[in-house]
């Protein structure tokens, strides 16, 4: 685990009611907002990083200091505070504030040193630009699309780090290494790997190969959903995200 | 934090939807569809080494309306023993309490994509009567489909057709719980107005109807309030016009101006093929000859030839 990007600690520490996050981040109590927005940057900085770098062209120091900005200014004077989930998808919202944000910095011509001056946040950027040397879907892609899959990107890593943990924890080292070998590397890999070559590699009966790898998806896309949950404006929205990733109901 | 490939995010969104089927004899291979009630999975029976289609309830497994839904389609999917209906090979329940049952894995295209308007008429009417065949099976077993369209019929490679999605047919008969389903285009107006609870098997003939007039015209027929249909003819002037007849027969508005059943329809389709008269279409004088003379070509043919043999022979020997 990266622990530039554990700002407030594991999202599953925050109040594990619906959709509570994206009010908490308007709360009045000062201690609930910090941990909340906490919360949401962990979850979006690095999608808000990515946008600003792709779609509005911005150098690798200019995104930086926009993307520190950005959230140090929302934070501040509560940009979060207006979102209304009966309008758009907070991710949406996100996106927009995101945009407006960079345009009046560009219209305003100021750089650095945004909210108060020095780096208030500790992220991360030198690895972030590794991975989008390796990106193939940011050129060209709809801003919105764009967003979304980095957003998806997060999301799905933090949960694996979530598996990775609980597996550890729960004595399920092999199902995380059968998930990962087959999930996770299974789909970058030069020749598609099968079940039965998984067995065979693992010295283990196919039945149990297949029990354990549903076993971590189950648990995964569990995981997914407790951090969606989080992250999301509504029940709604929750719904309709899941939806859209699963193309299932919420189980 | 691991990073993921554009790849790997895809098979995850897959995966993570696949259902847990611990303690059953299959494993799952790959998401093929997703309806209201259900996903549908193609999975590997491992006993008994083949592929099947297995269709798992997407609702929560606490939503009782959702699953006696989906245990009444699977058991009524199962009476109906045909050739031209999938088979239904098992039901249960999954560890997460979701109903699921398996079925043959149906390979091939569906009509509304095996089928285009180059296609030989004959050619596009084969399948059509087959699915006629099995829709009729299932009215003479008291069923009606009630979502009967191009998309949920499949074309096998050696032309073998299956009809699908069983998820709304109900017995024929009236219903106090009636509800609204079917599909827009193909839905007979009685099955989409307060008239839900009488609908009987002339829905499906709408539907069949409609079926053909797609295949005639490459089109739904025009659906919503104030739609007029247009005649098939006016899209091409080569379709026949007593096929024509019996694609309106079967669309008509008013229920007791249809034909009584799905087989009454195929009957006539198949007089149409076989070049006989057909129900739906009164002729006039010179289209019973002319029928006649295609059905009787040979017959004709070699007759004027023994005449004109005659008369020649006839001519020859008198010079």
């Known amino acids: ?251 | 934090m691991s990073w993921l490939s554009d790849a790997t995010l895809l098979h995850l969104c897959r995966v993570a939807d696949w259902p847990d089927l611990t303690g059953t004899r299959y494993d799952c291979v790959d998401k093929i569809g997703q309806g209201g009630m259900g996903a549908v999975f193609l999975a590997r029976d491992r006993e008994l080494d083949r592929q099947v289609a297995l269709k798992v309830l997407s609702a929560a497994p606490d939503d009782a309306d959702a699953k006696a839904r989906m245990v009444a389609e699977a058991r009524l999917t199962a009476r109906l023993e045909h050739p031209g209906i999938v088979p239904v090979h098992d039901a249960g329940v999954l560890p997460d309490g979701r109903f699921y049952y398996a079925m043959k894995l149906v390979r091939g295209k569906r009509l509304d994509e095996q089928v285009s308007r180059t296609t030989a008429l004959a050619e596009r009417l084969q399948p059509f009567q087959k699915m006629c065949d099995a829709v009729a099976f299932a009215h003479a077993h008291g069923i009606v489909h009630r979502d009967l369209k191009p998309q949920n019929v499949m074309v096998g490679p050696f032309g073998e057709v299956l009809v699908l999605d069983w998820g709304a047919a109900r017995e024929i008969g009236p219903r106090a719980d009636a509800a609204v389903v079917g599909t827009p285009g193909y839905m007979a107006p009685e099955q989409a107005t307060a008239n839900v609870a009488v609908v009987d098997a002339r829905a499906d003939v709408y539907a069949v109807g409609g079926i053909l007039y797609f295949l005639l015209t490459g089109r739904p027929p025009a659906y919503g309030p104030g739609a007029v249909l247009a005649r098939p003819r006016q899209f091409d002037r080569a379709i026949p016009r007593p096929l024509e007849a019996i694609c309106l027969k079967a669309l008509a508005p008013d229920p007791g101006r249809r034909y009584a059943d799905v087989a009454d329809l195929a009957a006539d389709v198949a007089d149409f093929l076989a070049r006989r008269r057909v129900r739906a279409y009164p002729e006039k004088p010179f289209e019973v000859v002319l029928r006649l003379a295609t059905t009787y070509r040979t017959v004709l043919t070699l007759l004027l030839a023994y005449l004109l043999i005659r008369i020649l022979l006839l001519v020859f020997f008198r010079s």
């Not at chain 1, 750089?111 to 040397?133: N, P, T």
């Not at chain 1, 943990?165 to 092999?174: F, I, T």
């Not at chain 1, 998806?217 to 929205?237: A, K, Q």
Request: charged letters at 30%; aromatic letters at 12%; glycine letters at 8%.
């Open chain 1, 1 to 251: 685990m990266d622990h530039d990007t554990d700002l407030g600690g594991p999202a599953a520490a925050f109040p594990a009611t619906r959709c509570t996050l994206v009010r908490a981040a308007g709360s009045a109590d000062p201690a609930v907002r910090r941990q909340a927005a906490e919360t949401l940057i962990a979850a979006y900085w690095k999608p808000v990083y990515k946008y600003i770098r792709v779609k509005w062209r911005s150098h690798n120091e200019d995104a930086k200091d926009l993307t520190q900005a950005f959230f140090a200014v929302a934070v501040e004077k509560g940009f979060f505070d207006p979102f209304d989930p009966a309008k758009a998808r907070f991710r949406t919202f996100v996106r927009l504030c995101v945009d407006g944000f960079v345009a009046n910095e560009r219209r305003a011509n100021t750089r650095l040193k945004r909210g108060g001056g020095g780096e208030l946040l500790s992220l991360d950027f030198a690895a972030v630009e590794g991975e989008l040397r390796r990106q193939e879907s940011a050129a060209g892609a709809d801003p919105d699309d764009f967003f979304r899959q980095e957003w998806v990107r997060e999301l799905f890593a933090a949960a694996v780090d979530d598996l990775r943990r609980q597996c550890a924890g729960s004595g399920k080292e092999l199902h995380f290494k059968l998930f990962e070998r087959y999930d996770l590397d299974g789909p970058d890999a030069a020749e598609k790997l099968s079940y039965a070559s998984l067995a065979e590699e693992f010295g283990l009966p196919q039945t149990q190969v297949t029990n354990y790898l549903a076993f971590a998806r189950r648990l995964f896309r569990r995981l997914v959903l407790e951090r969606l949950r989080t992250t999301t404006g509504s029940e709604d929205e929750f719904r309709d995200e899941v939806w859209r990733l699963f193309g299932g109901d919420v189980r």
